[in-house]
């Protein structure tokens, strides 16, 4: 009966709290599939953990799976106001002098206009052509044919020449300056067309700074560049040139010295962004398996987990197959692991066989098929991607608690179920007592 309210009115009886107790007998059976449910959630959590985890070493790997990653160099320049100097892993400690004639320069061209950004400009074809490069055709017409408009037609095209205009109070000069030094640049019109003047005046477009190379010498050996950034001139090594060397007293250039050394703790920096994160895998793994007889960790029985901290055991102890030198194995230069199931660095082993063969020690982190970093990132995509073993297990607790998560809710309709059809069946009997109750009153009344 829709509305009705069971209160043992009729029949003494605490109805509710009956109805209460039965349907908690009821839910009780509820309480194995939900500590099944909150296990499998709990493994799903920490296996989402350890693939993001790996996935962090997937990454460190990639920062030092090459020698000009994984190893520092020191390098100095003796007066950064003539040069500065920056390196990777590959430069050799050594040390340089170095001499500067001259720096590259941009070509630069100049034309002293009109004293109006809008006066008109000769439409025709302008042809920008760099040294080395594909000539670049402008077309000025009648929507373009001001100065402001050929400076942004110049601007917008691929002619790697950039377009600017000074006014000196009284005009305006139109400056084209190359993008990169040390190439030359023409200019030719045609269709109308004319860089001289552009049809405001007679004056001629001249060459205010004429494109050179930069000249230098290390340790005496010319070298030309037509870029002050020089990369292949010393492996491993970018140098910036910033001003021309001093003349000394007898008329001889004056050379800055260049020093290149190894940097061992740098080295041991970008090594240990990998190990440390591997440590911290083995950390998690250890925590969430261990186990005793009172109580254990939330992957205690996972294989899956044990099986990733032996790979990484394995990863860690096994010979290099592509190993050069003395060193044959990553302990052999102080990275193992350790009793408690830990990853040891010890940085003292590592600098000694750094100091005595540091091509065979970056050779076992770089190998590209089988060195520290390929080994981790190969790891790293087995137990992660869309097949790997670390997601096909999640995917597996997931799925258990989805299919736990079903029999509940099913199991909670049947209890809700089963509480209506009690309170209904109650609200019978109180409303069938009622009635009794009223015809005894009745007959009571006709004694």
């Known amino acids: 009966m829709a509305g009705f309210s ?158 600017a205009t000074v006014f000196d109070g009284t005009n305006y000069t139109l400056m084209l300056t190359a993008d990169d030094t040390g190439k030359s640049v023409t200019y030719a019109a045609s269709n109308g067309g004319s860089w001289d003047g552009f049809g405001i005046n007679a004056n001629t477009l001249d060459t205010y700074n004429s494109a050179q190379d930069a000249m230098f010498a290390i340790d005496g050996v010319p070298i030309t560049s037509d870029t002050n950034e020089v990369t292949d001139a010393l492996e491993g090594l970018t140098i910036n040139l910033k001003s021309a060397s001093e003349t000394g007293a007898e008329g001889n250039t004056v050379s800055t010295s260049l020093s290149v050394a190894a940097d061992t703790d740098g080295t041991i920096t ?20 261990k186990s005793s007889e009172d109580s254990a960790a939330v992957l205690a029985f996972d294989s899956t987990a044990r099986m990733l901290k032996n790979s990484i055991s394995q990863a860690l102890v096994s010979p290099v197959s592509g190993a050069t030198g003395d060193y044959t194995s990553l302990t052999m230069i102080g990275i193992g692991v350790d009793r408690y199931g830990a990853l040891s660095f010890d940085e003292d082993e590592f600098k000694a066989a750094l100091a005595a063969d540091k091509e065979g020690v970056m050779n076992l982190i770089t190998d590209a098929d089988d060195g520290l970093a390929a080994r981790f990132k190969e790891m790293a995509d087995d137990y992660t991607l869309s097949e790997g073993f670390l997601t096909i297990r999640k995917t597996m607790y997931s799925s258990r608690s989805k299919s736990i998560a079903d ?25 069938m007592v009622s009635g009794l109750n009223q015809q005894s009153s009745a007959l009571a009344g006709m004694r």
Request: hydrophobic residues 40%; glycine residues 6%.
């Open 6 to 163: 069971v209160g043992g009115l009729a029949t003494g009886l605490d109805t509710k709290s009956m109805i209460s107790q039965l349907v908690a007998v009821e839910r009780m059976a509820q309480a194995g599939p939900k500590k099944r449910k909150a296990e499998a959630d709990a493994r799903a959590k920490a296996i989402n953990d350890l693939i993001n985890l790996m996935k962090e070493v997937h990454e460190a790997a990639e920062g030092v799976d090459t020698v000009t990653e994984a190893a520092a160099i020191s390098a100095t320049s003796g007066d950064e106001d003539i040069f500065t100097v920056t390196g990777d892993g590959t430069a050799a400690a050594a040390n340089y002098d170095i001499s500067i004639l001259q720096l590259a320069e941009a070509q630069k061209d100049t034309i002293t206009l009109g004293d109006s950004l809008t006066d008109s400009v000769s439409q025709g074809t302008y042809t920008i052509t760099v040294e080395g490069e594909t000539k670049v055709d402008i077309t000025i017409d009648g929507d373009n044919n001001t100065v402001a408009g050929l400076v942004t037609a110049i601007n917008s095209s691929d002619a790697n020449v950039t377009a």
């Open 407 to 431: 029999t509940i809710e099913r199991m909670d309709k049947r209890v809700d179920a089963y509480e209506a059809r009690l309170k209904h069946q109650f609200a019978m009997l109180e409303q």
């Open 270 to 289: 970008n090594v240990k962004v990998l190990t440390d994160i591997i440590n911290k895998v083995l950390g998690n793994i250890n925590s969430n398996t």
